[in-house]
């Protein structure tokens, strides 16, 4: 193992949040149970925020950045893991109060963990990060609902050229639903198209303020975006319909009525990847391994360096990434 590698660390520089690549050594590492030899890491929409500073997700700092990893273990003081194994971390308050990913080593909890799912390479699991993880549980969370493959409804996914929008897209259609794509870039079209999206829906006709409830025509929808968008999503669901909340990137605001809720049984189900329990995390991933079409994945990918970090923070934020970026520690 080298004596020095490189990270990327968050950390206060005249009251504000900065990143900046910096050395380590394994003695500046936490001192968890498992040291993980990260291979890949990705960029979600909390990273930008992060390592942009735009957004104050780091709860303590010095903080190593990245909420995703996919790794080998090197050395294990737990009996659930030994060298060699090839594992997988998603979340638990990675970048946010526990050091993260963008580390070619890092220090983690057992229980963290879960093994690679024997359909994906490491590369792939980080193609999929926490933004396919969380589409995975959205999905999950409807289907448990039961209302969404009712009537060749239509289920709408919000912010669909995004990660979570993009897994979503392609998971649902999959298995045999009918998905309309909402986004704000027509370019995206074919891409999403070629995930299996039959429908669109221009942004701005959901991020411009609507009536409590307007006409139905959703039976269910993945929500990642929030505030206007999330209160007009909810008033065009069909009675007994549902919508699963998982992000905010419009805004963490909810302008809405209870109507729908109490006149047409809508159903608001939040999505938490952070702290999500064991067992959800492995059904999740067992969906995406059993649906996750192996062609979409490498469409909605593409592979960056971690010298190529502070770049792609800047272009999550702005809306300017499609699909996934895959960033290559090792």
Known sequence: MSDSFTAMVID?????QQAAFRQLTLADLPDHDVLVEVAFSTVNYK??????????????????????????????????????????????????????????YQRVKAEWLIALPPEFTLEQAMAIGTAGYTAALCVNALEDWGTIGVDDREVLVTGAAGGVGSVAVSLLANKGYKVTASTGRPETHDYLASLGASGFVERATLSEKGGPLQKERWAGAIDSVGSTTLANVLSQIVYGGAVAACGLAGGADLTATVLPH?????????????????????????????????????????????????????????????????????
Do not use: C, F
Request: no cysteine; charged share 25%.
């Open 47 to 104: 990273d930008g925020l992060a390592l942009s500073g735009k957004g104050r997700i780091a709860r303590r700092t010095p903080m190593v950045g990245g909420i995703d990893l996919a790794g080998v273990v090197v050395e294990s003081r737990s009996d659930k893991w030994v060298a060699g194994d090839k594992v997988v971390l998603n979340g638990w308050g990675l970048s946010e109060t526990e050091w993260g990913g963008y580390s070619r």
């Open 262 to 330: 109490i006149l047409r049984n809508v159903a608001l189900l939040g999505i938490d990847s952070v702290m999500a329990p064991v067992a959800k995390r492995q059904r999740a991933w067992q969906t995406l391994g059993q649906h996750l079409n192996p062609v979409h994945l490498l469409a909605l990918m593409r592979i960056e360096p971690m010298s190529a970090l502070p770049k792609i923070a800047e272009d999550i934020v702005a809306g300017r990434i499609r699909g996934r970026v895959v960033v290559e520690i090792n």
């Open 12 to 16: 206060t520089v005249d009251g504000k």
